[in-house]
């Protein structure tokens, strides 16, 4: 037999989604924030999603994660993290996979730091609480270890969130992310909260976190440029639907789906994004969305919208 090739340990499958579609069924409307979602995020590799405000990624990162809350609900498809049926399994056993495998940086999570505990506690009570038990100076270690992972001194662990910058802080939560050691990371717009500057330089941080552990990442954003910079892949939402998908070269050379090229085009600014959230939940899509995707060259995925690929 051939020895093991780099290109057969890429192509292990970390976590597969199939078919997945997520409702948020309230009584007046029935909102179908995921539909029919189909990836596959490989060994040691950064899927990107990126798409509209509203158009479902947080949701999709919530479903996949089993974090969703009603009204949501999986109403379709598989996720499968390895060989575990991730909708399958129970709370207990989900709760063992959450952070020992899985490192979710949820979107808005720096202000989720605890303000009146000093950040070495904060630490502390995310080991003890998924069952670490280490001596003290192998967990003081252990912290020093992923603080300096991120760019960021020692001597920031008895400090206090509000005394630190919203950069730091957002490191302080990818450090946080750190600390076990996960298989897959599901970042959400973990930068979106900072200016310019601090986006580029904490989601390089990030980026060279994963790698110093070879997770696998699905990171979500909407800034293109940012997403261009860390990611392998990259998948496009709209509506709920993947319209295209493929590597993150290929797409800005060759993005085929006039939503992907819009997306590309628009400025990575704060006040253009802002205008770039569109109508697509609250009104018809501009766009079919029911025909499958369709592999236009070896993995790139594009959905057929009526118009020609050359367009
Ligand atoms: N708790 C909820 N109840 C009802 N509808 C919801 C809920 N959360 C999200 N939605 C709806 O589901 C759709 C997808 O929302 P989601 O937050 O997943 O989008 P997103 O792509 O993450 O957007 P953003 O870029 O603003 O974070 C939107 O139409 C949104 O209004
Ligand atoms: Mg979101």
């Known amino acids: 037999m051939a ?6 340990r890429e192509s292990v499958v970390v976590l597969a989604v199939e078919g997945l579609s997520i409702h948020y069924e309230m009584r007046a409307a029935t909102v179908r924030a995921v539909d029919g979602v189909d990836f596959e ?3 040691n590799e950064v899927l990107g999603l990126a798409g509209e405000s509203g158009s479902g990624k947080s949701t999709l990162a919530l479903g996949i ?33 959450r952070w020992r495998q899985f490192a979710y940086i949820p979107q808005g999570s720096m202000s989720a730091l605890n303000p009146v505990m000093r950040l070495q506690a904060q630490f502390r009570d995310t080991l003890t609480a998924h069952g670490e038990r280490m001596p003290r100076a ?4 252990r912290f020093v270890d992923v603080l300096q992972g991120v760019g960021l001194d020692a001597d920031l662990l008895p400090r206090y969130p509000h005394e630190l910058s919203g950069g730091m802080r957002q490191r302080v939560c990818i450090a946080m992310a750190m600390l076990l050691g996960p298989r897959l990371i599901i970042a959400d717009e973990p930068t979106s909260a900072l200016d310019v500057i601090s986006q580029r330089v904490v989601l390089e941080t990030l980026a060279a ?4 552990i070879d997770a696998s990442m699905l990171l979500i954003g909407h800034d293109m440029a940012l997403l261009a910079q860390v990611t392998d892949r990259l998948g496009i939402m709209y509506a709920g639907r993947l319209v295209e998908m493929g590597e993150t070269g290929t797409l800005f050379r060759d993005a085929r789906h006039p939503y992907s090229r819009r997306l590309i085009a628009s400025v990575p600014d704060v006040r253009a994004r802002r ?25 790139h995925f594009v959905r057929p919208w009526g118009g020609g690929y050359d367009s």
């Open 41 to 43: 995020l490989r060994d």
């Open 138 to 141: 192998a967990m003081h270690a």
């Open 275 to 299: 205008e770039f959230q569109s109508e697509a939940m609250d009104s018809e899509p501009q766009w079919p969305l029911d025909e499958p995707l369709q592999e236009v060259a070896a993995g």
């Open 3 to 8: 020895t093991m090739s780099g290109q057969a």
């Open 65 to 97: 994660l089993r974090l969703l809350r009603a009204p949501g609900r999986v109403v379709a498809g598989s996720v499968r993290f390895g060989a575990t049926d991730l909708l399958a399994l129970d709370e207990s056993a989900l709760r063992e996979l």
């Open 209 to 212: 976190a994963r790698k110093a």
